[in-house]
């Protein structure tokens, strides 16, 4: 399935997410972030964390690889795979794989370095900067469990 939002201010973008994070919150999601630096997907996932009641000050995990927060409705993974590259992605791809399981959130800044490797059921988002603050999301579901999400977001 395929979904494409405009964006046109950073308010747009707090209301996806606020109706993304609606949705998830009863059943997890495992989510794959694709876009330029500076393109919103950190600010996509501290929003979507925001209407989780993450309580921890979400921040980018460049440097980290994993940021973990667990004070929210459910347990938020937010990945970071710039710094793993293409060796780095095999001695971590079992792991993903538990994290696309379950009653969980999980978000993957960089997935690109793993396009290969990521064969679960999931949803892509690629974020495009239009001008100054528009951009475009461009979702796309495959498996059962993030189609119904991404069917549920269409409404
Ligand atoms: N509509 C929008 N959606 C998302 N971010 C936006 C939007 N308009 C402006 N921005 C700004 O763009 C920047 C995106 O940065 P960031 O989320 O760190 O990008 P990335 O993680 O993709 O590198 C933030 O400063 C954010 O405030
Ligand atoms: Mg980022």
Same mark, same amino acid.
Request: overall charge negative; some cysteine.
């Given at each position: ?31 794959? !972030? ?17 209407? !989780? ?30 710094? !793993? ?64 999400? !991404? ?5």
């Amino acid at each position: 399935m395929s979904y494409n939002v405009i964006c046109n201010n950073i308010q747009d973008t707090e209301m996806l997410a606020e109706k993304f994070a609606q949705i998830i919150k009863d059943t997890g999601c495992f989510v794959c !972030l694709y876009g330029d630096v500076g393109a919103g997907k950190t600010a996509f996932v501290k929003y979507i964390c925001k209407y !989780l009641e993450v309580k921890e000050k979400v921040t980018s995990p460049s440097f980290v690889i994993l940021n973990e927060y667990k004070t929210g409705m459910l347990p938020v993974y937010h990945f970071d795979l710039y710094r !793993l590259e293409n060796e780095g992605i095999n001695t971590i791809i079992n792991e993903l794989n538990e994290y696309s399981e379950g009653n969980i959130a999980t978000f993957i800044e960089w997935a690109e370095f793993s396009r290969n490797a990521i064969p679960f059921d999931r949803i892509e988002i690629h974020i495009k900067y239009i001008e100054d603050n528009k951009r475009e999301f461009i979702i796309n579901s495959y498996g059962n469990k993030s189609n119904q999400i !991404l069917k549920r977001l269409q409404k």
